[in-house]
Each structure stands twice: as structure tokens, then as C-alpha cells.
């Protein structure tokens, strides 16, 4: 980014569900607590060469406690993912080609599916294991049912009766592929319409071995299927309930682990002393008045809070740790921070652009528009370590005179002059110094507007960008709701404990009137 936060640049311009469903959505989340383990121990930055801050010492815990926490925090990071993830999917485990785990895995299935295909072979066939098998598909496709189908619970238990079925097997009458055949046109029934063809070339399987294993892998997809529905059903209460749920997991986790608020401590801690120093330099006027008789001056709680947040936007991933409270939104807060970035020089590229371009075709919606997405395009890769701004704001510089040029002659007016074209390609190429005056104030406005939007977040119309961020308007107000819905969804769950922290000090007032924000908004 071009500037840094604690610079203070924000202070320009004044289907009904079953339990069957619920147990299939259970062991969905049980299947993803690892990787959802390895995605929370990837957002959390190396401690390395940072300082911790002075708390209350470490307390040591058992094997047992610490599984339990770690359960929690698993289970605390899933429900927070399902609220606010609106796209959110359990999928199938996939392992690596080369991992010993899927090494292991096919020799199992392969010894297991080998032994099935010797029983079978037999004269007279074994059927014990593939009689099994039948009754594990029985649950599983019972366990596919909703309260109401009970014309299809009885189907399936008449059917794949399992003591009707040894008595076969035991006369000699059993036919294996009568029953696949009504297992298949029962998945058919049940599954979801994505599923059709998998469950269609089932049919086209005619030996028994292949077609159990086909059968039981169409199935494990058909679960997933189930348990994404579940999530799907259960999202509208889960946002009723996740707020306390997530508060209550913390609390559970800052009991066996004290230090555990130690950086949001200093993120907050940070927040204020940048907005007391701009206070007192009269800076930020909007930030708090003065409350009270006090001597000096005061800051709104609120105000701190949401400078906090923005701070995160400008955050030094690489060599700071992220505060407890937002970890979970590690990941999303760096996404901000990439889209945001990509917007200041978009910003800055169109600023420069029309400020030297005439008047006339400035005001062209349509090619502002087309300007605008001729630059995305070029610096779409913007958030790759291989990426080269300097390099990239050539091309820019190169295209946009094209652009402007045959702007100006199909509005019948003069295209640039050479050296026009050199200093319009040499300002788009100083925006890549995150120090050009440009792309601070750009960026600065952006910060600004952000501000107002989390500030006014409850109400309407939404606040107007500032004056030369129109032409961006539209992608920064996605940016700001999704930015701004995550923020308060954050302060709903931990506002008590950044209440605590910041009463700490005499510097705020009316702490007691800060109320939790409801989940209407949600």
C-alpha cells in the first residue's frame, strides 16, 4: 500500500431438515477439522523477531486440555465460516497422488475389493461381506431421508432386508443384481439433480465388484451433497445463535490460555495513541470530542474501534502477529488489502488520466468504463510475488494514450501531442512509487470513505466516494460492504472484550452506553 496507517491518512476531508441431515452435516465437519486446522495455523503469522507484550505468564496444560481446545477453536472457526462465507461448501477430501495416506488408503480398498471379488468367485459364492456392503448402503440411503418419505423408508427396508437376504444367500436364490438395480434407481430418487449422470452410468456397470465400488463412491458424493444442504438449512438460525456460540468458545479458549488477548491489546492500544496524537495536533476532529470536565481530551470507544479496523488494512502480515479476535478473518482482511491496493493505483492511473485529458471525453461514461477495465486487466496479477508494477504501468501508460487518443478523434478533436503522450505515460509510471502524491491521496480517500462507510454503516443512502474516486465508485463500495458487514459481525461477537481492554484507560467516555449492534443487518 502507499502509505502506512499509523501515518494517520485518514483524516482527508470534514428444504425442512431431518436429523438425519444434521448427523450427516456432523460428520461432514468432523471430516474437515483438519484442514480447517492447517487453514487457521496458515493464517496465523510466525511469531519470530516480534515482541510479545507484557501479560500475565503462561500457565502450562495437559495433552487433554489442549485437544479440547483446539477442538473448540476448530468448531468456534466452522461456524464462523458457514455465517460468513455465504458460499460455503463442504467438499470432498481429496488426497495428494504421492501422499502416504493415499498410498494406504488404495492398498486397503484394493485388498478389501480383491476379497470380495475371490468370495464371489466361489462355487457356491460367499456372500458375507458383500451382504455387508448391502447394509451399509441401507443406512445410507435411509439416512438420505427426510421425515416425510416414508413411502421410500419402507421401500428400502422391505427390499434390502438383511435377514431375508441371508436366507437367500444361504438357498442359494439371492440375485446381487436385482438389488444393485434397486439401489440405483433408489440413488436416482434421492439424489441431488447434479448427480444424475454419475448415478445414470451406474447402470452401464455390469460386474459386481465395479459396480459396489461405483456405487459406494457415487454415495460418499451424495453425502456431501446432504451435508452441504444441512449447512444450507441451518445458516439462517446458526446466525441467531453464532454470536454467542463464537463468544462463548473464546471465553472457553482465554480461560485455559490467559495471554490470549495480548496483540489485540496492543492493536488496540496502537489504535488510540494515533488518535490521541492526531487529537492533540487537531488533526481528526471527527474521531471524539471532548466529554466531561476532564483536562484532556477524549475519544469515542466506537471511533478507536473502527480505526482499529482500518489498521488492519495496512497491516505488515510478514512481520506482525494479527490479533486474536480477527484471525479467524486473517485471510479475508489480506484479500481487502490486495483489492484495495489494486484499487489506489487503479485509482491513481484514471485520476492522472483524465486530469490531463479534455474535458469532453472525461465525461464519457462509456469510456471511463472502458478505460477503467482496459487497466483491471493489466494489473490483474497485481497480488503475485512475480508481478512487476513499473513493468505493468508501461503498458498501462502505452494503451491508455492509445485509448485517449482515438478518444479525442472520434470526438472530432486533436489526439495528444507527443509531449503530451510522454508526460501522461511518465505520470501513470511515477504511481508505482507508493510515495507519488497521487496515489497518497488517492489512497488517503479511500481510507477516508471506508471510515464514513463503517461509521454510517446503519444507515442510508451509503456515503458518497470522494471527490476523484467516481470512477471506482461502484468496485469500492463492494469492497466497503463486504469489509464493513465483517467488521460488525466481528465487534457483535468481541465488543465486550474491546470494551474491557479500552476502559482500561481514562481516555473514553460513555463506554457503558456502547451497546452490542443486532443481527437484523445480517
Known sequence: MSENLDKSNINE?????SSDSEQGLEDAMEGS????????????????RVQRPHSSPPRFVTVEELLETAKGVTNMALAHEIVINGDFQIKPVELPEDSLEKRVKD???????DCLSVQLSEVPPTYDRAIKLVGEIKETLLSFLLPGHTRLRNQITEVLDLDLIKQEAENGALDISKLAEFIIGMMGTLC???RDEEVKRLKDVKEIVPLFRAIFSVLDLMKVDMANFAVSSIRPHLMQQSVEYERKQFQEFLEKQPNSLDFVTQWLQEATDDLMNQKYKNALPAAGGAAGSGDGPRLDP?????YAYLKLLKWDHLHRPFPETVLMDHSRFQEFQLQLEQLTVLGAVLLVTFSMAAPGIASRADFAEKLKMIVKILLTDMHLPSFHLEDALTAVGEKVCLEVSSCLSLCGLSPLTADKEAVLKGQIQAVASPDNPIRRIVD??????LDTYLASSHQKPSPIAPGGLGPIQKELEAVAVKFVRLVNYNKMVFSPYYDAILSGTQLFAGLSCVSTPSVSWL
Open 107 to 113: 492398498i486397503v480398498h484394493k485388498a478389501f475389493w
Open 192 to 194: 441431488a439433480p447434479v
Open 13 to 17: 476531508a470534514g428444504k425442512s431438515k
Open 444 to 449: 488517503s480517500r479511500i481510507l477516508t470513505f
Open 33 to 48: 477439522d483438519e484442514a480447517l486446522q492447517k487453514t487457521i495455523k496458515s493464517g496465523s503469522p510466525s511469531t519470530q
Open 302 to 306: 466506537v471511533a478507536v474501534q473502527n
